[in-house]
Antibody, heavy 119, light 110 residues
Framework: QVQLVESGGGVVQPGGSLRLSCAAS????????MHWVRQAPGKGLEWVAF????????YYADSVKGRFTISRDNSKNTLYLQMNSLRAEDTAVYYC????????????WGQGTMVTVSS | QSALTQPPSVSGSPGQSVTISCTGTSSDVGSYNRVSWYQQPPGTAPKLMIY???NRPSGVPDRFSGSKSGNTASLTISGLQAEDEADYYC??????????FGGGTKLTVL
């Protein structure tokens, strides 16, 4: 079935780095744009980044621009988020989500991976 | 990139209807019909409920409906059921080619 599985979360010190992965299955990964969305504990959803189906264009929220990099490997059906210069306010559950261009909406979500930035 | 504005909470009794508003600007909600709504029960990932302002994906009950007027989109849930209790989020595409979510609304079924 259609599935997204995130991994790579954990505890990291302020200023540190972490790379998240999102493994896709059950659909033609290379045909769809993909997003990262995060949710701080007890807070709402925050859009983080988007990458086009072929990786040709990438867009970022102001809060992560210059620190985070979204990328993908279509041969491995995998989406990535490289997070550098991490701050306490980056602590959140990070979800990857498939973008459905027919719906202009996030139609499939992963279960999320927790990132905690703390000393 | 300010979040779209939603009421923090709404409530209703079983069988009643509730409406959740989502207010943006002329740079997002007001300019595009790319408004979607998501349901998130506690401890779970969000689920798409409405896309392109008023369309329901397959499997979403027709008790859920959406609309838009100017810079404000709305989600209406009619015939409330206990299982509808969850957090609801709106989302919109923006003129900067980015995306925004609302702050979320907690729906309580009394």
């Amino acid at each position: 079935q259609v599935q997204l599985v995130e991994s790579g979360g954990g505890v990291v010190q302020p200023g540190g780095s972490l790379r998240l992965s999102c493994a896709a299955s059950g659909f033609t990964f290379s045909s769809y744009g993909m997003h990262w969305v995060r949710q701080a504990p007890g807070k709402g959803l925050e859009w983080v980044a988007f990458i086009r189906y072929d990786g040709s264009n990438k867009y970022y929220a102001d809060s992560v621009k210059g620190r985070f990099t979204i990328s993908r490997d279509n041969s491995k059906n995998t989406l990535y988020l490289q997070m550098n210069s991490l701050r306490a306010e980056d602590t959140a559950v990070y979800y990857c989500a498939k973008y459905n261009w027919n719906y202009f909406a996030f139609d499939i979500w992963g279960q999320g991976t927790m990132v905690t930035v703390s000393s | 990139q300010s979040a779209l504005t939603q009421p923090p909470s709404v409530s209703g009794s079983p069988g009643q209807s509730v409406t959740i508003s989502c207010t943006g600007t002329s740079s997002d909600v007001g300019s595009y019909n790319r408004v979607s709504w998501y349901q998130q029960p506690p401890g779970t990932a969000p689920k798409l409920m409405i896309y392109e302002v008023s369309n329901r994906p397959s499997g979403v009950p027709d008790r859920f409906s959406g609309s838009k007027s100017g810079n404000t989109a709305s989600l209406t849930i009619s015939g409330l059921q206990a299982e509808d209790e969850a957090d609801y989020y709106c989302s919109s595409y923006t003129s900067s080619s980015t995306f925004l979510f609302g702050g979320g609304t907690k729906l309580t079924v009394l």
